[in-house]
């Protein structure tokens, strides 16, 4: 027995240890990498991420007519020009952050296939111990790091959130997440019904539309829409003038960040005026005498969620062609031929796609421990959306739902680089956020005020998150136009940061 434990026992392998651990190689965690190489040299880093490549969200999703629903001037970086057409697909994504990968050596840094399951801190030693499996044969592996920039998004990759109706194993068809499409699923001639309203619902539909007998959106309630071409007028006019395209990648952002607070002002000050003009909009583009009441007009306030762009009104092409229709219903249940509607209506189907959205992750599902004891998100207080208090040496990234994610991403690697770099100057090796004396009355409330922003997976999710007090300093507004301002002067020696 002893002889056989003996020869099992490998040696232990050295843990490696980095200055700075970057969880997740999508939009964010590339950006992250490449602010950290570029505002904190001299600093180690590896970038951990669980797929097999980078892109994240435009990685994992595979449906037909996968793209951007908003453009890619501001959803890409501040650093590298887009020069395409402001709706991107999913490849034309990749491609882009490819290439930043490439110009800027990025991809020594990154290992893929490295799922992290654990993470630790100890206060002795003051870094954290990451855990998780790595390739083919999930091998464990350990890796220590001092900071970690949590980069891992906001919902679950695996496996999209289908909710539970009744009667779905009666159903003869296929039904399919957009999250796990099979790429070979043969929807060519197959009556189609796709359940969802979001921007997912309105990129599938007209995607596979032409090629099925005939597709049909079915939505519990109407969702706001801005159909246009898929250009951006000024970025061609400046094209022509041959401007240098760094400059037209400032100035186009500049416009259409311009415009976009101009809308949010709009929907907020005359929500009304607003919603008429967008209804006004999708009615145009619809057949005359079309149910646009039933099927267009919303029930709530625009702009609580992001405005899905509708690219060249495909969608409403779609409907006007008759390849595809929208019904607005609940769903009493499926049945071996489809689905039966409360209206009584059934619904014939061969496939069944479930565009429900999420399952929300916060953290991406890894288990925290702080010196032994397990943290509990939903117990501590967000610092800007950005820190927890009780957490240290750690920051994450959860852009905006409004506006485009990245220009988030882009401010809070700033603010990153800006605190490694202020550590550095003080010797400090621990940095944590701590309510102040003048805070300690102040009001403690739930991730994300409802009624400015209600998602389902937040909805959902909303008892893992973490809580916001009432100051703007303790919530994550999802203020662009404030936090562009604000982010950067931060002060950094506030009594708001602990550090040891
Ligand atoms: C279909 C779709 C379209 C969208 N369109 C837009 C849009 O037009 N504009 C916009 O602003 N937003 C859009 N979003 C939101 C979008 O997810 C974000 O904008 C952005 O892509 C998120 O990037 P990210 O890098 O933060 O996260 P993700 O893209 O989710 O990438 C996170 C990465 O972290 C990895 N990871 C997670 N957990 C672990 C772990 N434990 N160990 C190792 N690796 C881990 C994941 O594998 C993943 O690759 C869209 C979302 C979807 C699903």
Redesign the pocket.
Known sequence: MAEAATLERKPEAKTEHFDVLI???????VGGAYHLQQQCPDRSYVV????ESF???????KYPG?R???DLYT?GYRFKPWVGKPIATAEEILKYMGEVIEANDLARHIRYR????NATWSSKDKRWTIE?TKGETNEPFRITANFLWM?????R?SEGYTPHWKGMEDFKGKIVHPQTWPEDLDYKNKKVVVIGSG??AATLVPAIAGETAHTTLLQRSPTYFIPARNENVLADELRKLEVNEEWIHEIVRRKILFDQEEITRLCFEQPDFAADELIKGVKALLPEGYDVATHFTPKYRPWRQ?IAFVPEGDLFQGISSGKASVVTDEIERFTEKGILLASGKELEADIIVTATG?NLNVL???AFTIDDKPLVFSDTITYRGMMFTGVPNMVW?F??FRA???LR?DLVADFVCRLLNQMKKKGAKQVEVKLRPEDKDMKILPWIDTENFNPGYIMRGMHLLPKRGEKPEWAHTQDYWNEKKELPVIDLDGTEFDYK
């Open positions: 969880v997740g190689a999508g939009i964010s965690g951990l991420e669980t797929q892109g994240g969200t435009w990685l994992t999703h996968i951007s629903d908003s959803f490295h799922k992290i399951t998780g980069c891992q998004g906001y919902y990759h921007a997912t992001r999420f991406g599902d890894i990234i852009g905006y485009s994610w990245t991403a």
